[in-house]
């Protein structure tokens, strides 16, 4: 069972979206997140046995750590600008549905803590406090808990 080093899990920019409550849908009046791992090698991107830090390949992965209906509250960055947010754990109501797609599965993230720092222009850096349950999805990687950085630029969807 591949135990998920941090080199594996090296994030890129990403995204974070405000949904204006005038859409319809369940995500309406929500947001949403983005964060894209670094790419890393694979002999085979099924297999987490051969997953390896660099994208010298075979095989190159590409994935993300993608969040929806997050109760945040405001509609743009200076609503979360130095603020932090507890969040429950899937099914409590309240909790952020979050998933990565890897080893050939949807694998939930729970996010329990986001600890947003100051917004620059239109990004803003924040903090993840995340725990990655591969075993639901019967994934060969072990299940693992991360504090991880990411830099996210905003967007409004109306």
């Known amino acids: 069972m591949l135990e998920l080093s941090d080199d594996l899990l090296q994030l890129e920019p990403g995204q974070i979206v405000y949904l204006s409550p005038l859409r319809s849908g369940p995500a309406a009046g929500t947001w949403a997140i983005t964060v894209p791992l670094a790419p890393f090698s694979a002999a085979d991107r099924l297999d987490p046995a051969t997953f390896r830090p660099g994208t010298d390949g075979p095989e190159i992965v ?86 991880l950085h990411a830099d996210l630029q905003f967007e409004q969807f109306d």
């Open 62 to 147: 590409r994935t993300a750590i993608r969040g929806e209906f997050i109760d945040l509250p405001g509609n743009d960055l200076s609503a979360l600008t130095n603020r932090t947010f507890d969040f429950p754990i899937n099914p409590h109501a309240g909790y952020i549905d979050a998933s990565i797609y890897l080893g050939g599965g949807h694998n939930p993230v729970d996010i329990t803590r986001m600890e947003f720092g100051a917004a620059h222009s239109l990004n803003i850096d924040v903090v993840l406090h995340a725990a990655f349950n591969f075993s639901e999805e019967g994934v060969e990687i072990a299940n693992r808990s991360a504090v």
